[in-house]
């Protein structure tokens, strides 16, 4: 995280959704924030507030009032709201950083998706952006310019196999964001999803082979893996008057990952695995590896 303050955010109130311990992408979102001026009002499902480490980042950000929510149910944002405009006054920015999948937790592949828990899965990680829009419309808790972003994964458009609910979740997330987005113009209000790369986190490393899929990335992004800190010092740009014409964009923050195509050491690395047992063992059916090594030249 940068360790400097440009004081981009001077003035400025906002409410962030998620943070539940020191990985947490929104844990760095709203110390990034606090460190560049804004007033901050922390949320998250009752039992994290209990439980987690939520209590110790209101403290580091100017005893932020926190505020439970379970960001899937339109009364209880309601009241968020109502209690935010008390305690802090409307805001200018609002950062939905919620996500969880049960299937994912419990390693369920795609197509034997308990659909109970994708419902959850959609409701908690997708739709609860627009009913938290929905609901700071209605209590009229968001000021003229106020920015507006979602934490989004590269998933809701490219199949990343152990991604399963997940996927659609994000895809729904983005697709609210454009479409909140283009009605919200006319209060110079912008809503923006933040693409980033693998980070270990609670939701991040609960994905099976999470460690092999940060790995990947890191390996092929020219940059290497965004963190959770670099994530905060960008949505603080995007909270600022910096970018007031950014809006309905889903904004990569990943090191140059989603434009990679190859890079000649990652070719060398696969190259070298080229051989049936190693395919096997990976996972590659047999008719890949016949496909795939028939072809091989020596
Ligand atoms: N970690 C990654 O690799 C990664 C990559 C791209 C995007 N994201 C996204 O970033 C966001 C933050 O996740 P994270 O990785 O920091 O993990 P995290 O586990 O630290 O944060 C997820 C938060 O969602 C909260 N939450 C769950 N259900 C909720 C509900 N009903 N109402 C309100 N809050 C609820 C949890 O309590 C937790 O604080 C998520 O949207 C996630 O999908 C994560």
Request: hydrophobic share 40%.
């Amino acid at each position: 995280m940068s360790e400097q303050s440009y004081g981009l955010l001077k003035g400025k109130k906002g409410i962030i959704f998620g943070p539940l311990d020191e990985s947490s992408i929104g844990w760095h979102i709203a110390t990034a924030s606090y460190r560049e001026g804004a007033q901050l009002a922390i949320s998250n499902v009752a039992l994290a507030l209990r439980v987690g480490k939520p209590q110790e980042l209101a403290k580091m950000c100017g005893n932020a009032p926190l505020i439970a929510c379970d960001a899937s149910n339109s009364q209880e944002l309601k009241t968020c709201f109502n209690e935010l405009k008390q305690k802090v006054g409307p805001v200018d920015f609002i950062v939905h950083s919620v996500g969880m999948s049960q299937n994912i937790r419990k390693g369920i592949p795609y197509d034997k998706l308990n659909y109970e828990w994708y419902h959850k899965t959609l409701d908690v990680s997708g739709l609860s952006l627009h009913r938290m829009i929905a609901a700071a419309i209605e209590t009229e808790a968001m000021n003229d310019y106020c920015s507006i972003i979602g934490v989004t994964h590269m998933a809701a458009q490219r199949p990343f196999t152990t991604y399963t609910d997940m996927a659609e979740a994000k895809a729904i997330l983005e697709s609210v964001a454009r479409n909140f987005g283009s009605r919200l113009g006319d209060q110079k209000i912008r809503v923006n999803t933040v693409s980033q790369s693998p980070t270990w986190t609670r939701a991040g490393s609960g994905i099976e082979d999470f460690d092999k899929m940060f790995y990947y990335s890191d390996l092929l992004a020219p940059l290497g893996n965004a963190t959770a800190e670099e994530c905060g010092d960008y949505c603080v740009t995007l909270m600022s008057d910096l970018t007031r014409k950014v809006t309905m964009q889903n904004l990569f923050h990943d090191g140059g990952f989603s434009m990679m195509g190859l890079s000649q050491p990652m070719l060398h690395l696969m190259n070298n695995t080229l051989d049936a047992d190693a395919m096997r063992k990976a996972g590659f059916s047999e008719n890949v590896i016949e496909r795939v090594l028939s072809k091989k030249q020596s």
